[in-house]
């Protein structure tokens, strides 16, 4: 059984971040530097920064497998549309649907908050990701390059679905 759950306070972030830790350095080592993989984890996925991320808004979910920890959800409530910031789930949890239903829980999330479209971001060499998203309705809306700091970049497309009433 799939449960996705409001992560909302340190205990649950820390979880986070050690599913971070696992998800990132087994999935990303084949698409960016460690040195990378280690920055963007500390930046982005470390207690603190969920922890700033919460604190302006952002929301965060732990998803379980039979009581499990296997992923983490994130998701931000822009003024035109719904971002999905983070979903992962760990590698020997994927055939097991679990995206799928954080992406069902997200469209729902969206309809409930009035939105109708929803946004996201995935690396440009995540070719599964990608072909995941693509199946599940999304059309690739940009090329983006970002610079996030100390010599690295994220090289994504801004990816985009559009929710029927």
Not at 8 to 20: G, H, M, S, T, Y
Not at 86 to 93: G, M
Not at 105 to 110: D, M, Q
Not at 119 to 147: C, P, Q, R, S
Request: aromatic share 14%; net charge neutral; charged share 25%.
């Amino acid at each position: 059984m799939i449960d996705i759950v409001q992560a909302n306070n340190q205990k649950d972030f820390f979880r986070i971040e050690q599913l971070a830790n696992i998800v990132w350095h087994e999935h990303y080592i084949t698409i960016i530097s460690l040195e990378q993989i280690d920055y963007m984890l500390k930046k982005y996925n470390s207690v603190k920064a969920i922890e700033e991320r919460a604190q302006v808004g952002v929301l965060f979910f732990l998803m379980t497998f039979n009581t499990i920890p296997v992923g983490y959800l994130s998701l931000e409530l822009k003024t035109d549309f719904l971002y999905i910031s983070k979903l992962y789930v760990l590698k020997e949890f994927r055939e097991k649907k679990i995206a799928k239903q954080a992406m069902f829980y997200s469209e729902s999330f969206a309809k409930e908050h009035a939105f109708s479209i929803i946004k996201l971001h995935v690396n440009k060499y995540n070719t599964n990701a990608i072909l995941v998203y693509e199946k599940m309705g999304f059309i690739k809306e940009a090329d983006v390059i970002t610079d996030i700091g100390n010599g690295f970049i994220m090289d994504d497309y801004l990816m985009m679905k559009f929710l029927k009433n």
